[in-house]
């Protein structure tokens, strides 16, 4: 029998990726929802259809990411919640998952933030040079290679925008006074690949499908023939007996396989196990919250940062190694000007102030956005049960340490932004609502000798022997830095040794 994955988002592809490498044969399952990315062959856009690119991403509702004009790779909350705490975490039933939109930062994980794992990230790190060859990463070499040895490129680095780049530079003739701040800063690790047309289109798809999603590799793999995929296969319970896996779906169908690798998402994911046989009636999902600090600098950019040639993605990380704020790192993202920047400040601000537009605008070129994450310890909580219409009902679960490690950590982020010159709004942060990091799983943490609710390093439900959740679900903690470089590692891991 073959081996079934359900879910072709990140995850769901490295634990095929390792199960092709063992010769075995793949099924894979998913909802089968896509688009045609690919909008243009290249030539340049006139400021007219920039805009009209650009417009549905605008008008989207609030919480939805919407990429190429459509919603097909996030599931709206209707979908997946029967009321219950209101998220930003949404589910998705497109082929590649949430993979579809986004940012593409990827870094791995230092050991020193798996402390209590029954893994380590020696496990990982031969699973993370084999995805390499199927993941392009742009990035370039700096300090932050003392923290994460780089994880081998496939593409020619993305430059920063002129703010980014200034303040880097700035940070990079203090390194005595940024290491005194126990603060490393480097150029991003974005899963792009080489040829990018700098067109700043980032954040509405692009068009040239340049931004990595697992869509394009599965659907690469199924063309060749090395996998199997269903698309349109939504899965409503799982189990096994003593043939193997049991899939089964929701238009009434069964599915058997030798064994069954789950990585639907954590939501769907959860869905899924609480209406199978013997499931769990309720699961605590864990996240790794961030907050948005705008900061703006005071010297003249060599260029206008809203002007190509540019890209919108993350262009920065800053992260904080002081056991002072966290046991573990904090990391943050920055960002740029992009198209959001002066559509925010007018919005927020533009009614109280008549005529403001132009000084907005002005304010917006100035403006850089850190993204800065916690471990999931200092984090709330997301209790999910089961409704009787087989919809998820969500309970926020707080944490009384979120406002205090979030207030020291991002303190000590303005005063190493201070040392290039860029002055952070500290008043004006704001934490993200429960869930919009997307930095969400760990309800069924993997232990060395799992009990209920847990797992087995080889994402084994307590109890299973032919059912393995490979998704964030399984992670036992949701490090601050990057989720899907180091799930995809523990995914395919799993795969290997199952």
């Known amino acids: 029998m073959a081996d079934i994955v359900i879910g072709s988002g990140p995850a769901g592809l490295a634990a095929a990726l390792a199960r092709i490498a063992l010769g075995r044969e793949v099924i894979v399952l998913d909802g089968g929802k896509t688009i045609d990315e690919h909008a243009d062959d290249g030539t340049e856009w006139s400021a007219v259809a920039r805009a009209e690119w650009m417009a549905p991403q605008f008008a989207a509702p609030a919480g939805q990411v919407r990429r190429y004009g459509s919603d097909f790779a996030m599931e709206p909350p209707e979908a997946t919640f029967a009321g219950g705490d209101a998220l930003g975490l949404r589910s998705s039933r497109a082929v590649g998952g949430l993979s579809n939109l986004w940012g593409s930062a990827m870094l791995r994980w230092r050991q020193s933030d798996l402390v209590g794992w029954p893994i380590t990230a020696d496990d990982l790190a031969p699973s993370w040079r084999a995805l390499a060859d199927h993941v ?182 800053v992260e904080i190694d002081d056991p002072a704020i966290s046991p573990f790192l904090v990391h943050a993202q920055l960002y740029g000007w992009n198209e959001f920047f002066p559509r925010d400040l007018k919005s927020n601000y533009g009614a109280k102030l008549p005529g403001s537009g132009p000084l907005l605008e002005w304010l917006a070129r100035r403006l850089i956005v850190a993204q800065a994450f916690l471990h999931s310890d200092h984090c709330v909580g997301i209790r999910v049960r089961r409704a009787s219409d087989g919809r998820l009902l969500p309970e926020v679960v707080g944490n009384p340490q979120t406002e205090a490690v979030m207030s020291r950590a991002l303190k000590q982020l303005s005063a190493a932004m201070r040392l290039g010159g860029v002055h952070a709004l500290v008043p004006a942060a704001r934490l993200a609502e429960p869930g919009a990091s997307f930095h969400v799983g760990a309800s069924l943490p993997m232990r060395a000798r799992p009990t ?33 470089w180091g799930m995809m590692g523990n995914a395919h891991r799993i795969g290997l040794a199952a």
């Open 136 to 317: 392009p990463m742009s990035f370039q070499p700096d300090a932050l290679e003392a923290l994460f040895p780089g994880p081998g490129s496939s593409g020619t680095a993305l430059p920063a925008g002129p703010q980014v780049s200034w303040l880097l530079e700035a940070l990079e003739r203090r390194p005595e006074r940024l290491a005194a701040l126990r603060v490393t800063a480097g150029r991003s690790r974005v899963a792009v690949a080489s040829g990018c047309r700098m067109c700043g289109l980032c954040m509405h798809g692009c068009p040239w499908g340049l931004i990595w999603t697992a869509r394009r590799t599965i659907e690469a793999l199924a063309r060749a023939g090395r996998i199997t995929h269903r698309a349109g296969a939504v899965v409503r319970a799982v189990g096994e007996d003593g043939q193997g896996a049991v899939v089964h779906l929701a238009d009434g169908s069964v599915l058997r396989g030798e064994r069954l690798f789950v990585a639907a998402g954590v939501l769907e994911t959860a869905r899924i196990l609480m209406t199978s046989e013997h499931g769990p009636t309720e699961l605590m999902l864990r996240e790794s919250q961030f907050a948005f600090l705008p900061m703006l600098h005071g010297w003249r950019s060599p260029r206008r940062p809203d002007q190509p040639p540019l890209h919108t993605l993350t262009q920065a990380f």
């Open 452 to 484: 209920a609710g847990e797992s087995d390093p080889l994402g084994r439900p307590h109890g299973a022997s032919r059912i393995h959740v490979v998704d964030a679900s399984v992670l036992p903690a949701i490090p601050a830095t990057t989720i899907t």
